[in-house]
C-alpha cells in the first residue's frame, strides 16, 4: 500500500463499514489516523491489472508491552464488485507471509458472528475461534444504532514461530 492508494483503501474501508457487518466503526480515518495506528511493514492492497485497488489489509499491535510485540490485529476488506473471487484470501495469504518474516506469531482479529463471508475466510485461512464475547460493545450507526452485539474473538498462531 502507497500513500496514493490511500483514497480507494478508504473508499473499500467504508463500504465495507456500510455493510454493518465490518466493525462497530461508523466511518473510515483519515490517512494520518491510518498512518499512525497501521504498522508500516504490513500494509497490503490487490490491484487489478490497471491499477485500481479492489482490496487491502493491514495490521496495528495489540498492545505497547514489548512481551506482546509479536501479537497484533487486522483488518481485510474488499470492493464490493470483487468479492467471491479469492482476494481476501490472497491478501491473508500475504499479510500472513510479511508478518512472519518478521517474527510475528499471532494475528487476531473480532468478527461480527453475522459476518458469514469473513468467518469462512478466516478459517479456512487457519485463524480458529477463540471465543464468543457476549454484548461487547454498542453500534454507534447504521440501522443497528445503539444495539450490543456479539464478537467472536479468532486467531491465527503461527506454527513456526
Ligand atoms: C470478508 C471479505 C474480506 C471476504 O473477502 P473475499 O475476497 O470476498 O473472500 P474470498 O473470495 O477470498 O473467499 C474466501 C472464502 O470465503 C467464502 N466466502 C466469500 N464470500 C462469502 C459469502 N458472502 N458467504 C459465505 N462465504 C463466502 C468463499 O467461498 C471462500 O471460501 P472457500 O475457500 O471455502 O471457497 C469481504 O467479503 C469483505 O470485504 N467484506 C466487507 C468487509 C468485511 O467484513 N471485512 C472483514 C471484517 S472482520
Known amino acids: 500500500m502507497e500513500p496514493a492508494d490511500w483514497q480507494q483503501v478508504q473508499g473499500i474501508y467504508q463500504e465495507g463499514i456500510d455493510t454493518g457487518n465490518a466493525t462497530f466503526e461508523a466511518s473510515a480515518p483519515d490517512w494520518e489516523h491510518f498512518d499512525r495506528s497501521r504498522l508500516p511493514g504490513h500494509r497490503h492492497v490487490a490491484a487489478s491489472a490497471d491499477g485500481t485497488v479492489v482490496g487491502w489489509a493491514a495490521v496495528s499491535p495489540v498492545s505497547a508491552r514489548p ?19 479469492g482476494i481476501g484470501e490472497a491478501l491473508l495469504q500475504a499479510l500472513i507471509e510479511s508478518t512472519e518474516n518478521e517474527g ?23 485463524f480458529t475461534i ?15 444504532k445503539g444495539q450490543w452485539r456479539d464478537t467472536l474473538l479468532i486467531e491465527r498462531r503461527s506454527p513456526g514461530i
Open 104 to 126: 510475528i506469531w499471532t494475528i487476531q482479529a473480532s468478527v461480527f458472528p453475522e459476518n458469514e463471508a469473513s468467518l469462512k475466510l478466516h478459517l479456512s485461512t487457519g
Open 67 to 85: 512481551v506482546y510485540a509479536g501479537v497484533v490485529e487486522h483488518s481485510v476488506y474488499v470492493a464490493s464488485s470483487a468479492r467471491g473471487l
Open 130 to 144: 477463540v471465543g464468543r464475547r457476549q454484548r461487547i460493545a454498542r453500534m454507534t450507526h447504521g440501522p443497528l
